[in-house]
């Protein structure tokens, strides 16, 4: 009896040890958007930023944030031009972790900086988009999933590849605006993943609420000033909903910051009050 328990107990462990493992790859986690480093890239772009709104007119890009009042200091522009030609403006609007945001960015206007001095052309809104994802997946270390220059954007001046072995957490916008008010625009996921055209896209706290009162309220032909005050009101009900205000949050800590852009005026900004009643 003791012989067959001892043979019983040595055949457990035989399988155990040979059996196929219960951890899986990276890159198999990532396959199925399960991967816990990409999964907390993606909160981080969704808590680490106040609400925005990023959408389009019939003539510009509006970018509509809602920013705590700090005295004295203004808040910094949403929208970031990265390029720029006499018929098309590229510009991006980030959420998420600031530093890997203001790197990003920076790598995108020096890729489309390249692309000018190599042919004489500015990018293109999916150009610039598939570029920030070759970043992103390059920065997690997938080399072979790069084929093209958007890499060398990422060596430093002894030639040498950035890469930290992590995603960035950063849910960015890639818009380009042209001469006759036509815009475009691209998502672009810490994973990687790139969207298709978008209208308008929420970032930030508050994102899901948000996107739903967006396409319950978005028209293709909204004018701009319209789309500013459903923009606010649609912040106003998110600031309540993620208890930024009431309680002891306080209307007057907050201001509500639209920025337009468009090729004739560049970036022209406005600052909304956040006590406005909603319509």
């Known amino acids: 009896m003791r012989d067959t328990f001892v043979i019983i107990f040595i055949s457990i462990i035989i399988k155990t040890v040979f059996s196929e493992s219960v951890y899986r790859t990276l890159t198999d986690l990532d396959r199925y958007g399960s991967c816990p480093q990409i999964n907390n890239a993606l909160m981080a772009s969704n808590i680490h930023s106040m609400p925005t709104i990023v959408s389009a007119s019939r003539s510009s890009l509006v970018v509509v944030t809602l920013e705590r009042k700090h005295a004295g200091v203004l808040p910094r522009k949403r929208c970031q031009i990265i390029g720029k030609s006499d018929d098309q403006i590229i510009a991006t609007v980030a959420s998420g972790l600031s530093g890997d945001a203001a790197f990003l960015t920076k790598a995108l206007r020096k890729d489309v900086m390249n692309?000018?001095?190599r042919y004489d052309s500015i990018a293109d809104c999916r150009r610039v988009a598939f570029t920030a994802s070759r970043i992103m997946l390059t920065f997690m270390k997938y080399d072979d999933e790069v084929s093209d220059g958007s890499r060398d954007v990422l060596l430093d001046d002894s030639g040498e590849r950035l890469s930290i072995g992590r995603p960035?957490?950063?849910?960015?916008?890639?818009?380009?605006?042209?001469?006759?008010?036509?815009?475009?625009?691209?998502?672009?996921?810490?994973?990687?993943?790139?969207?298709d055209e978008i209208v308008g896209r929420v970032l930030g706290r508050g994102f899901k609420k948000g996107n739903d009162l967006l396409r319950t309220k978005w028209r293709q032909d909204i004018d701009t000033s319209e789309l500013i005050d459903v923009c606010a009101n649609?912040?106003?009900?998110?600031?309540?909903?993620e208890y930024?205000?009431?309680?002891?949050?306080?209307?007057?800590?907050?201001c509500i910051t639209a920025e337009v852009l468009d090729c004739e005026n560049g970036i022209t900004v406005q600052r909304i009050p956040f006590s406005r009643e909603i319509e």
Do not use: C, D, T
């Open 115 to 117: 692309i000018w001095e």
């Open 168 to 195: 960035l957490g950063v849910k960015l916008v890639v818009a380009s605006v042209n001469a006759s008010g036509h815009v475009q625009m691209r998502l672009i996921e810490p994973s990687g993943v790139v969207s």
């Open 244 to 254: 930024l205000v009431g309680g002891n949050g306080k209307e007057s800590n907050y």
């Open 234 to 241: 649609i912040l106003r009900e998110i600031a309540a909903s």
